[in-house]
């Protein structure tokens, strides 16, 4: 991190953006990173605001991180989950 923050680079870590946050504002925020011209780590647990944003999902499960190359949705489907609060039932 250290590294990053010494060498010019567009580079967004939001951690749960969208906590408090009315419809309008997430609208808004979420139209603001879709034209946001860099690298955005985002942890969320709000599936709607994801959608869109997402094209790669880290899965952290049994002290092992893992890395699937789709989207929110498309990690959901396969894994025949409704929401992301079944992540945490597996």
Do not use: C, W, Y
Not at 46 to 58: A, E, H, I, P, T
Not at 60 to 74: A, L, M, P, Q, S
């Amino acid at each position: 991190m250290v590294k990053l923050l010494l060498e010019p680079v567009n580079l967004l870590i939001l951690d749960e953006p969208t906590n408090h946050l009315d419809l309008k504002s997430k609208d808004v925020l979420k139209e603001a990173l879709l034209n946001f011209d860099g690298t955005l780590i985002l942890v969320s647990h709000d599936r709607d605001f994801l959608q869109g944003l997402s094209q790669k999902v880290f899965e952290f499960k049994n002290k092992r991180v893992i890395e699937h190359f789709e989207t929110i949705d498309d990690f959901l489907a396969r894994n025949r989950m409704e929401s992301l609060k079944e992540v945490e039932k597996k």
